[in-house]
């Protein structure tokens, strides 16, 4: 399902005729440097095709002849390579494989048959010349070709574009992607076609291997079965082996606006036909630019509208939407995560998780929150490295089906609460969209749901408790201006956890606390809200259960939030 989905995209994009999207037997990548050569083979200058500064430099991008798959073999790219393949300089092998890497390089491009006046013969005559090395140490830029040992390729002075796009070469491409008689049944395409021995390396997934590393792979006999080889055990045939590694390749690019981060997977996205889905996708859910700090937002709000205005409705809602999430895991990639869904079930999905995440907040607290924001508030330190390597693809699994949050992000994120003494406005959401989703599937119309803002008539002994220690860390503060640390940094966590432990010796402190207050008014208020807390509570439990504690620190952050409020004034009738 998952290459045939992308075979289908790539068969789409490339049917657009102003696609990026490479052609069979070329592939898209930057390419640093050319050697500018005359037609007698004399280099001439050496153009850098880098442009930015320092670490944001970038090369251009070139339509080049597809890449070869080398493992540990000598295998050549055509006409496009790095140093020691291209020209034979010896910079991290030994001599003589880097010989025989120069003579492979070599040997493809005469194998070729170029005529004398083509480009490419040009490059013949520059390789065979024994002082070529000579020349070029003449030449700008040979220093910091020796130092990086970047790709690099050829143009002929006078031409716009390099070597490998005269027309000798794209006709010496297309004889070679024709494939051979028929030999097995593809598994995707479910046509009689050759299969591919070794498929294209998948490139642009976060740690995996740099050289690339791939998803269909039969590296070792315990994987093999039916005295099938290698790659036979899954015949993939080689026009779709193109088509989806290409498809892959291109998600995962650089550039890619169909790709973002969720800990440790990659995931990228693309729908069945084009849709504004595809591109919104992003907003929803990465970090919105430091120029653009509004743009998520807007995205959400676009979401909300689509309901009424039917934007992310076409074809009767038919219209497929995929996610898939990848991690690295030695030389292959893991699926982490595969979602296949129509455009419509994935916008109201996407409502929904936007809707559970929200809770009252300050003025200068944004209405919604990236994925990895959400994340990161569960991670110690507050480092995207520090969050569990699984809960990143859960959680995001979860969103994309509408299940309940995983709970493992409630136990990180009241588990970080009660480290670091921090209700945030991040933390108070994830609980609250944990515990009402899991209420909400589970133990439907048993329990009441979590409110946006303060709930008096919610009697949960946890969320009392919660207000309660709110109320009498608001007392303390009031009696004691400016005092450094409050009752919430040296009991929250016995408090949430163990409340008997704590309250009854709070309350004692509480009277104290009451005598220093001088406004009458403020001590009988708080007396009041004290009253009011306390008729739902019959005794303090010897303990508070996951759940329960969540509901703690939602009822303290929102008799918090209810204290900063302005309270709307009453007209005398």
């Known amino acids: 399902m998952i290459l045939q989905a992308l075979k289908e995209y790539y068969d789409r994009k490339a049917a657009q005729t102003d696609s990026d999207i490479a052609p069979p037997g070329w592939e898209r990548k930057e390419l640093p440097f050319l050697i500018i050569i005359d037609r ?62 120069h003579k492979k390089f070599c040997d493809r491009i005469i194998a070729m048959k170029a005529p004398g006046a083509s480009p ?115 015949p993939v045939g080689k026009t779709a082996t193109f088509a989806y590694t290409t498809a892959l390749n291109t998600l995962l690019g650089k550039d890619s606006k169909q790709k973002i981060q969720i800990g440790d997977a990659t995931t990228i996205f693309w729908s069945e036909k084009p849709d504004d889905f595809e591109t919104d996708f992003a907003n929803f859910f990465s970090e919105p630019p430091k120029d653009n700090p509004g743009r998520q937002t807007e995205a959400v709000k676009s979401l909300y509208k689509s309901a009424d205005t039917g934007a992310f409705i076409s074809d009767g809602d038919a219209t497929r ?14 699926i982490r995560f595969w979602k296949c869904s129509t455009v419509a079930n994935m916008a109201s999905c996407f409502r929904q998780h936007f809707d559970d995440l929200q809770i009252a907040h300050g ?62 406005h991040t933390r108070a959401a994830l609980i609250k969209a944990c515990l009402n989703r899991a209420l909400r599937f589970n133990n439907p119309n048993q329990e009441r749901e979590l409110s946006v803002s303060i709930d008096p008539n919610n009697t949960n002994i946890g969320y009392r408790l919660g207000r309660l220690f709110a109320v009498l860390e608001r007392i303390q503060e009031r009696a004691n201006p400016g005092i450094n640390a409050t009752i919430r940094d040296r009991f929250y966590g016995a408090a949430s956890g163990t409340p008997v432990t704590v309250f009854g010796n709070l309350m004692r402190l509480k009277n104290h606390h009451l005598s220093k207050l001088e406004n ?28 329960d504690q969540g509901r703690f620190a939602i009822g303290y952050y929102h008799q918090k939030q209810d204290f900063f409020t302005k309270k709307a004034e009453t007209k005398p009738e």
């Open 40 to 101: 007698a083979g004399t280099p001439v200058s050496i153009e850098d095709t880098r442009e930015g500064e320092g670490k944001n430099k970038r090369a251009k991008t070139f339509l080049l002849p597809q890449s070869v798959k080398k493992s540990s073999n000598v295998a050549a790219n055509l006409l496009w390579e790095n140093p020691e393949y291209a020209l034979g300089l010896v910079i991290k092998g030994k001599p003589d494989r880097v010989a025989k890497q």
């Open 321 to 334: 939407f995929y996610v898939l999430g990848l991690s690295p895991n030695a030389a292959r990639i893991a």
């Open 120 to 234: 490419v013969a040009a490059v013949l005559r520059f390789l065979s010349n024994p002082d070529k090395i000579t020349a070029l140490e003449k030449i700008q830029g040979w220093e910091e070709i020796k130092e990086s040992a970047p790709f690099l390729s050829f143009r002929l002075v006078g031409d716009t574009a390099p070597v490998f796009r005269c027309p000798e070469v794209v006709a010496s491409v297309s004889n070679m992607i024709m494939t051979a008689a028929s030999s097995a049944i593809c598994l995707v395409t479910g046509t009689a076609e050759e299969s591919e021995r070794l498929h294209p390396a998948i490139k642009g997934v976060r740690d995996a291997n740099s050289t690339g590393a791939n998803i269909v792979s039969f590296n070792l006999d315990a994987f093999e079965s039916f005295g099938k080889k290698s790659n036979d055990n899954a």
């Open 363 to 424: 003025p200068k607290d944004n209405d919604t929150f990236s994925l990895w924001r959400l994340l990161v508030s569960t991670a110690p330190l507050g480092k995207s490295e520090n969050i569990p390597p699984n809960l990143a693809g859960d959680t995001m699994r979860t969103i994309l089906e509408g299940a309940p949050y995983p709970q493992t992000l409630l136990h990180a994120t009241v588990r970080r609460i009660i480290a670091e003494h921090d209700i945030s």
């Open 520 to 547: 009458t008014g403020e001590r009988i208020n708080c007396e009041k809200m004290i009253g009011e807390i306390m008729s739902g509570i019959i005794d303090f439990p010897a303990h508070l259960p996951l759940a």
